[in-house]
């Protein structure tokens, strides 16, 4: 059973930075596989925007434009464990949000943002950022 637990979130006043963790266990691959490992994050009265997303072998790097230049996506992985960290720096309320981390296999093609193809999800961390 693959499980994913994110933590890190908080509050803090404009301009201030949050660093989030995502650890996934339970998560099976060999040397070979590829996967995606993104975060989305979902406000108040919007749906989920997909946030950054990092291929394994790093050959694939996104970010959504209104956190380019401000959120840094980085990861790690150890035998059966994968770890995904959002740095966040220079934050405003409209990064308030709840974020989730999330993975998924990749064969062929990109990692995107649709999060239909995301089988795996953490429960989310709570983001407020004050004015």
């Known amino acids: 059973q693959v499980q994913l637990v994110e933590s890190g979130g908080g509050s803090v006043q404009a301009g201030g930075s949050l660093s989030l963790s995502c650890i996934a266990s339970?998560?099976?691959?060999?040397?070979?596989?590829?996967?995606?490992l993104s975060w989305f994050r979902q406000h108040p009265r919007r749906g989920r925007e997909g946030v950054a997303t990092?291929?394994?072998?790093?050959?694939?790097?996104?970010?959504a434009a209104s956190v380019e230049g401000r959120f840094t996506i980085s990861h790690g992985s150890d035998k059966n464990t994968v770890a995904i960290y959002l740095q966040m720096n220079n934050l405003t309320p409209d990064d308030t949000a709840i974020y989730y981390c999330?993975?998924?296999?990749?064969?062929?093609?990109?990692?995107?943002?649709?999060?239909?193809?995301?089988?795996?999800w953490g429960q989310g961390t709570q983001v407020t950022v004050s004015s």
């Open positions: 999330t993975l998924r296999g990749l064969r062929s093609g990109a990692c995107d943002f649709d999060y239909s193809l995301y089988p795996y």
């Open positions: 339970g998560y099976t691959y060999d040397n070979h596989s590829n996967h995606c």
């Open positions: 990092i291929s394994r072998f790093g050959g694939i790097l996104s970010y």
